[in-house]
């Protein structure tokens, strides 16, 4: 089964304009978190990961935002732009854990 | 730098045939690894883990197994496929526990 989950399906986003991709998880134990990026036909990519002792992170473009009180998690995708367009993924697991549990995956498209 | 290789790339085989995926992990020494199966349109489902050599965890009863006689080789195999085991089937590994996991290229599994 899994224990993280995505609020939506798919999200259509203009070049240009900010993304924001959300993701729900249900096991309060779970400290880490990862965001990642698929294109069609290829593994995922690690775009930005967090842990629990933190509520926002920032990459290039990307920030990654953690509100454990609801145990939700969020990826912004700044000035988003064709190559952005994939599906993502958020995973989370907890300490001394192996296993990434994963979410169904949000399927971005950016419009030209 | 670390690299992941996962072959062959596609696959297309029959009902009740043998199956065996190989991937193996370049630039590292004792990686956790891991076999994912992504079904058409879903997110990722844990199949295997490994923490060493000959060490094999299963998430999921199947017909499929696992083996790692390597530290940098693990296999997916099975004695007799079924309709039900097409899907991508993604390898990925990691450093420690609560880490980020890279993945590898993918097989496109097809049974007929």
């Known amino acids: 089964g899994e224990n993280v989950g995505l609020h939506l399906p798919t999200l259509s986003v203009q070049e240009g304009d900010n993304s924001i991709i959300n993701c729900a998880y249900s096991?309060?134990?779970?400290?880490?978190f990862i965001w990642y990026k698929q294109e069609s036909g290829k593994g995922p990519q690690f775009i930005i990961d967090i842990r629990s002792n933190m509520d926002k992170r920032q990459g290039q473009r990307v920030t990654v935002l953690l509100n454990k009180t609801v145990k939700h998690l969020s990826l912004q995708i700044a000035a988003t732009q064709p190559g952005d367009s994939a599906v993502y993924f958020c995973?989370?697991?907890?300490?001394?854990?192996?296993?990434?549990?994963f979410g169904a995956g949000t399927t971005v498209t950016v419009r030209a | 730098s670390q690299t992941i290789h996962q072959w062959p790339a596609t696959l297309v085989q029959p009902v009740g045939s043998p199956l065996s995926l190989e991937c193996t992990v370049e630039?590292?020494?004792?990686?956790?690894l891991y076999w994912y199966r992504q079904a058409a349109g879903r997110g990722l489902q844990l199949l295997f883990y490994?923490?060493?050599?000959?060490?094999i965890s299963s998430e999921v009863p199947q017909n499929l197994s696992a083996s790692r006689p390597q530290d940098r080789q693990f296999i997916l195999s099975s004695k007799k496929l079924l309709l039900s085991d097409s899907g991508f089937y993604l390898c990925?590994?990691?450093?420690?526990?609560?880490?980020?996991?890279?993945f590898g290229p993918g097989t496109r599994l097809t049974v007929l």
């Open positions: 990925a590994w990691s450093r420690g526990a609560v880490d980020e996991q890279f």
């Open positions: 490994s923490v060493g050599i000959g060490q």
């Open positions: 995973a989370e697991t907890q300490s001394n854990d192996y296993k990434l549990s």
């Open positions: 096991n309060s134990a779970s400290d880490y």
């Open positions: 630039g590292t020494s004792n990686p956790n």
